[in-house]
């Protein structure tokens, strides 16, 4: 055997545990010879050190608490963090606000439909059951109402004031408002009285 | 045979206690855990005091449930980083009278050095190298302690051996 031994081999024949080849290598090899007994003299050494008293811990060597804290805090700001997407992005709408918005939906197209087509603004009319549903609506319409719209609002409140229908507040409808023709809101506020 | 005074339980504690008392120093790093799992080590010492059905040898019993309570002390504490993490090695003082010549030789540094590398390895590691070294066991009293094979035994020497020479190295490079 000419190679030197590996530092494993060294530590294994330490421990007496090595084949006859090695052996007589290492009785044979001045520098295995040397790296052997500076094995043994470090573990005696290591051994000695350790043999001592085991070093304290010194409290006021350790981290402050700050910094202890921040995985932590880290970790609580992280979940909070996810808790409010997911209430701010993924959450899906309630079936109140699905309603509601359908109901907005429909009532718009209607309005559309009486705006752009002649023919089914008698619809929209007696879709509208309140006064104060038409009332907002030729308010909402303004300027842009036609005649033919005109009258039928006007017929269509006399009718519901009559009745002593519950007016019902449409937020999204004044919402929405334009400029008010002066005459149209006079007669309005004439009948309603 | 125990001789009259060892045979007590206060003579054993008195004959038993600095080593037991090393070893969990050596073996956990908190020295409050350590004189805990100590106490625990001499209330099972008592336990099987009563029994009569005493051990050949104390001082092997003593070591193996020493080392086996810090192992699972080690194991049970993981939520103690919280309370003892990054905590800095430093030598205890003792009067020098207790240190021979030779220990008063040593660097200071390079005794950090060893500790330092001591506790950077494995608790198995650190229980094998105590075990064979310290204590002077055979590997093959190791293996049958801590249940494992000679073969590991020996794996887990070497890297130790291995990882506290290169330490030692560096420390003298500096």
């Known amino acids: 055997m000419t190679q030197c031994l590996e530092d494993k081999a060294l530590f294994l024949l330490s421990e007496g545990e090595a084949s006859e080849e090695q052996r007589s290598h290492l009785q044979g090899c001045q520098a295995c010879t040397e790296r052997y007994q500076e094995l043994g003299r470090d573990l005696r050494f290591i051994t000695k050190t350790l043999e001592q008293e085991a070093p304290l811990r010194v409290p006021a060597s350790r981290s402050p608490l700050f910094y202890r804290s921040l995985p932590i805090a880290a970790g609580v700001l992280l979940a909070i963090g996810i808790m409010w997407g997911e209430s701010r992005f993924w959450r899906p709408n309630s079936p109140s606000e699905q309603a509601q918005s359908d109901d907005i939906s429909e009532f718009l197209e209607q309005v559309s439909e009486a705006i752009f087509d002649g023919g089914n603004v008698r619809e929209v009319a007696t879709a509208s059951s309140s006064a104060s549903d038409l009332a907002s609506l030729q308010v909402a319409l303004g300027e842009n109402c036609s005649d033919e719209c005109r009258e039928l609002f006007d017929n269509s409140l006399l009718a519901t004031t009559k009745s002593k229908t519950t007016p019902v507040e449409r937020s999204f409808v004044t919402a929405r408002k334009r400029p008010v023709d002066p005459a149209m809101q006079h007669m309005v506020s004439d009948r309603a009285e | ?132 070294y310290v204590e002077g066991w055979s590997t093959e009293e190791v293996a049958k302690t801590l249940a494992i094979s000679e073969g590991s035994v020996k794996n887990h020497l070497f890297r130790a051996v291995h990882h506290l020479r290169k330490t030692l190295k560096n420390g003298d490079a500096l």
Request: proline share 4%; hydrophobic share 35%; aromatic share 12%.
């Open chain 2, 1 to 132: 045979m125990p001789d009259k005074e060892s045979a007590s339980f206060e003579g054993l504690y008195k004959v038993h206690h600095p080593k037991v008392r090393r070893l969990c120093r050596m073996l956990l790093r908190d020295s409050a855990e350590a004189e805990e799992t100590g106490q625990e080590v001499f209330l099972k010492m008592f336990k099987q005091y009563q029994t009569e059905s005493w051990p050949d040898d104390w001082s092997a019993w003593l070591t193996r449930v020493t080392v086996n309570a810090c192992h699972d002390r080690r194991k049970s504490a993981w939520w103690k980083w919280w309370r003892s993490s990054n905590g800095e090695v430093q030598l205890a003082e003792y009067p020098s009278s207790t240190r021979t010549p030779e220990q008063e030789t040593l660097g200071r540094e390079q005794q950090i050095h060893i500790w330092h590398a001591f506790r950077e390895l494995s608790g198995r590691q650190q229980e094998v190298f105590v075990l064979r």
